[in-house]
């Protein structure tokens, strides 16, 4: 006898997102079956030529699926929250979106809103909590489902997972894997809300004194301060990528400063001899290294202002004077 068929899920979900972190969830709530009544997503950037920026993640993911798309200038505006509350939803569903609901906002679902967050809340609250937990040298991260609060990713949380940062990747492939693992986190909080009475204690409360902040990037944060360590050097180089990338200036005798984007490095076990300072440069042979407070940093990849990113190796062949030359802060 055949099994019998699943039933399609019953919650209604308005989902509420922009970037690329919520369209591995998003897809797989639609592919689970829940009703989306309703996207909702920032408002397309002006493009300023026919090469601008493409539209975002979400509504390109939206538009692909003729799903019915909203994207108010503000989700918290009166008539934004009444065009939400018409579709009678059961829940908001909201992961990388850009703005932060008020309470009448929540209130514009049965049961409020359920978050995905790039972080094991309480740490790293905020718009860029991947980067900020790369940067400071964790070595676990995660993503948390929590029920949203009007105040910044503090809601209780139902669903927390946990994941290794792999010591050599990048910002961007580590989101994209906790992107991927959040389908598990988005599926399991959607399950659990549909069996809530509404009215019980549900998730676990956040301890503010746990609670750390991970603010949006700016571009100079990218600037990289040779006098660190050579392992907050590398944690900031990767967590600098894709955007804003990790900075520095080559400063050689008798030749104008270069700005120069430091595109992958690694720390080698050499100590720094007190000979040499912070950012000095050292060559030998095909391999450049660069003094960081503790040891030297082996450079691989780097890009010169105005020109393609380039190996070591290429880039000392055509610049022989920087064994003579240092980076500056």
Known sequence: MPNPPTPTPSLRVVLMGTGPFAVPSFEAIRQAGYEIPLVVTRPERVRKSRKGPPPAPVRQWAQSHDLQLFDPASINDPE????????????????????ILSDAALQ?????????????????????????????????????????????????????????????????????????????????????????????????IQDPAQACKAPRLQKSDGQIDWTQSAAQIDCQVRAMQPWPTAFTTLKSEGRADTRITIRSLEPTDTPRAESLACGQIVVEGQTLFAAASDRLLQIHQLQPAGKKAMAAADFLRGHPHVNKAHFAS
């Not at 939803?89 to 992961?95: E, H, I, N």
Request: proline share 4%; with cysteine; glycine share 12%.
């Open 80 to 99: 934004a929250i009444a065009t939400v509350a018409a579709q009678n939803a059961d829940v908001l569903f909201v992961c990388d979106y850009g703005q």
């Open 108 to 204: 514009a679902a049965r049961c409020g809103g359920l978050n995905l967050h790039g972080s094991l809340l309480p740490a790293y609250r905020g718009a860029a909590p991947v980067q900020w937990a790369m940067w400071k040298g964790e070595t676990e991260t995660g993503v948390s489902v929590i029920h949203m609060t009007p105040k910044l990713d503090g809601g209780p949380v139902v669903v927390r997972r946990s994941l290794k940062i792999d010591p050599h990747e990048t910002a961007g492939e580590l989101e994209a894997r906790l992107a991927d693992d959040g389908v598990a986190a988005t599926l399991q909080s959607l399950s659990d809300l549909a069996l809530w009475d509404g009215n019980s204690a549900w998730g676990e």
